[in-house]
């Protein structure tokens, strides 16, 4: 079965930390781009980073520029969302989603295969 399970979320203080990991079964990381995206409650979903493939091109939503940190861990057929310095504006459900790695739009939502089911992240203020 193709799919993609995150974990981590959690309720957090304002200030705090988490780490998001998204892992992979039935296919392999290695060839695909990843990315995760967020949907707070009555808002669209955001790009909140992308990285093309290991040694490629990262991105980052300027609004977590600085704080998160993606990366994967082919090995594991995992990838991680460090998150840091949390605000309440982070307050989302979180997404992991790997896509086509050879497409220079390869951060888009619209051109991912695989999305996981989402985990819920609350920071307080």
């Known amino acids: 079965q193709l799919q993609l399970v995150e974990s981590g979320g959690g309720l957090v203080q304002s200030g705090g930390s988490l780490r998001l990991s998204c892992a992979a079964s039935?296919?392999?990381?290695?060839?695909?781009?990843i990315a995760w995206f967020r949907q707070a409650p009555g808002k669209e979903r955001e790009g909140v980073s992308c990285n093309s493939h290991s040694g490629g091109s990262t991105n980052y939503a300027d609004s977590v520029k600085g704080r998160f940190t993606i990366s994967r861990d082919n090995a594991k057929n995992t990838v991680y969302l460090q998150m840091n310095s949390l605000k309440p504006e982070d307050t989302a459900v979180y997404y992991c989603?790997?896509?086509?790695?050879?497409?220079?739009?390869?951060?888009?939502?619209?051109?991912?295969?695989?999305w996981g089911e989402g985990t819920l992240v609350t920071v307080s203020s």
């Open positions: 989603a790997a896509g086509p790695r050879d497409r220079s739009d390869y951060c888009s939502a619209d051109i991912m295969h695989y």
């Open positions: 039935g296919f392999s990381l290695d060839y695909y781009a």
